[in-house]
């Protein structure tokens, strides 16, 4: 089981990344996800989260409007689109899972502690 998290890089102040997270061993289907992040020398906090019927999603204050979160069951992925990026997003990305059943499938958990299982995190740069 695995989540495998890309799509880093190093980017200047308003421009854009795609971030993807690959699932092998498991079916997204079945599963709420989420991404975090965690800038050097601070915790890990919330971005974004989508439910596992995909009819929900839900941001982080300071990357509304900015970054979209989205789910392909077919391919196994969950994407993070971030526009106008900026220096305070700098940090390393990490995508979650956390199984749901599907009577739960519009529910999105916002604390990391709900997740179970973790990508290896891919490292976003924003140079002002």
């Known amino acids: 089981v695995q989540l495998q998290a890309s799509g880093g890089g190093v980017v200047r102040a308003r421009g854009s990344l795609r971030l993807s997270c690959a699932a092998s061993g498991i079916s997204v289907s079945k599963y709420a996800m989420a991404w975090f992040r965690q800038a050097p020398g601070k915790e890990r906090i919330f971005v974004a989260a989508i439910s596992l019927n995909g009819a929900r999603t839900d941001y982080a204050d300071s990357v509304k409007g900015r970054f979209a979160i989205s789910r392909d069951n077919d391919k196994n992925t969950v994407d993070l689109q971030m526009n106008s990026l900026k220096p305070e997003d700098t940090a390393a990305y990490y995508c979650?899972?956390?199984?749901?059943?599907?009577?739960?499938?519009?529910?999105?958990?916002?604390?990391?502690?709900?997740?179970?299982?973790w990508g290896q995190g891919t490292l976003v740069t924003v140079s002002s």
């Open positions: 979650a899972a956390r199984q749901q059943p599907p009577h739960r499938g519009d529910t999105i958990f916002f604390s990391w502690v709900f997740y179970s299982l």
